[in-house]
């Protein structure tokens, strides 16, 4: 009975010790289970977190992007040059290949001032009334467009007999100023992404407003040169018109300044500075008084001392213009001499600026081949000679050279 009794005993404690690890076994289950799906929810945090790291890196990239565009474009001074940069910041920006801008233009007409991708014939010969086409549309309306197929869109305009656009999705948006629409900007996805999404038109809009802001800055600042430039001639040409020698001589003195700039390969910045200084080199002498300026006799010491101050003035009156500032210090020294016995600061050789060597071979030279009070004009083969003897003393001698071949190939020609 005993004996019964104890392995009934020990079988319950058999029974009980397997059911422990038995339930010891699920229960280690049940955790590693809930570990695995922890641990997998927390890779699946990681590369959520990964993936959204990665874009708010690509958004900092390309927000940068459009700031160092921003900066880039304040240094921008033609509305072709800064047309382009913000065609291939939109490329660079939305990471495609093809992409158009078009400006209105006088009728009111968009047509392509920059693009990139395009076929040359579509970039040449699009010419978009407001209201017609996407961009056109875009313009009238001030508003974006997204267009999921162009091939199928009924809204997208093109004549017969371009060639098709290779992609599918397109956007749309346009340069405000103010309200107005000053143009439209266009871009194409690429072949392996066929639609765009809210941050591409964000990203595109807001260079689309710094482009639109720096195409009015350019317009403005555009038209106030104009502005400025023809008081300056104003004012050149009442210096001229007082004196029947020497009329005209401003124009001509621009006209060979151009010419030997070129002939130097001379950047076109450079020369347009050159030929905007030969233009008003006299401009000083507005300050200078009519009885001294108009005198056929010859001049006292003092009186001498009077003219030899324009080239001061006209520095004072051109220096406080920005875009004239690489003007005025050609104006100032053009009446150094080479060998430094000129004026006003006695300046020589390479001291003086190559636009000021440049003016003052062609004044002389065309003081010289003009009637005086006192002279008949030089002919124009004793007027070469006398610069080749000012060679080395009063003229630069490689200037002398270049403006003797750019004389006689005028010679050649007539």
Not at 83 to 90: E, F, I, K, R
Not at 334 to 340: D, K, L, M, Q, R
Request: charged letters at 25%; aromatic letters at 8%; one cysteine or more.
């Amino acid at each position: 009975m005993i004996f019964a009794i104890q392995n009934v005993f020990i079988a319950i404690i058999l029974v009980s010790v397997f059911s422990f690890f038995v339930y010891v076994i699920v229960q280690n289950r049940k955790l590693k289970n809930k570990v695995n799906k922890l641990r997998y929810k927390i890779l699946n945090a990681e590369e959520k977190i990964q993936g959204r790291t990665t874009d708010i890196d690509n958004l900092i990239l390309t927000l940068a992007s459009i700031h160092e565009f921003g900066i880039k474009a304040t240094e921008i001074l033609t509305k072709q040059e800064l047309s382009q940069t913000v065609v291939n910041a939109a490329c660079s920006i939305i990471h495609s290949e093809l992409s158009s801008l078009m400006l209105l233009d006088k009728n009111d007409e968009l047509s392509i001032v920059a693009a990139k991708g395009l076929p040359k014939k579509i970039k040449e010969e699009t010419r978009i009334k407001i209201g017609d086409g996407i961009a056109g549309k875009v313009a009238a309306s001030g508003e974006h467009v997204f267009v999921e197929n162009i091939d199928t869109d009924v809204r997208f305009l093109r004549t017969d007999n371009v060639e098709k656009y290779i992609s599918k999705s397109f956007m749309s948006v346009p340069l405000k100023v103010k309200n107005k629409v000053i143009g439209v900007l266009n871009i194409n996805s690429s072949q392996e992404k066929k639609h765009f999404d809210d941050r591409d038109l964000k990203l595109l809009t807001i260079l689309a407003d710094q482009a639109a802001m720096r195409l009015d800055n350019i317009e403005m600042f555009n038209n106030l040169q104009s502005f400025y430039l023809e008081i300056v001639q104003a004012l050149v040409g009442a210096i001229d018109a007082k004196d029947a020698y020497t009329y005209n001589h401003s124009d001509r003195a621009k006209k060979y300044a151009g010419k030997i700039a070129s002939k130097i390969n001379l950047p076109n910045a450079i020369v347009s500075s050159i030929e905007y200084a030969a233009l008003m080199h006299d401009i000083g002498k507005i300050g200078i008084p009519d009885g001294i300026l108009l005198k056929k006799e010859r001049l006292t010491k003092e009186e001498m001392n009077f003219i030899r101050q324009h080239p001061s003035i006209g520095y004072k009156i051109l220096s406080p213009v920005k875009f004239l500032a690489s003007v005025a210090p050609i104006v100032l020294y053009h009446h150094e001499w080479f060998n430094g016995s000129g004026y006003p600061e006695g300046l020589s050789k390479e001291e003086i600026p190559l636009g000021a060597r440049i003016v003052a071979v062609i004044d002389a030279y065309d003081a010289m081949t003009s009637d005086r009070p006192y002279r008949k004009a030089l002919p124009v083969d004793v007027a070469l000679e006398q610069l080749k003897i000012g060679a080395g003393k009063q003229f630069d001698p490689k200037i002398v050279d270049i403006f003797t071949s750019v004389v006689k190939e005028e010679q050649l020609v007539s």
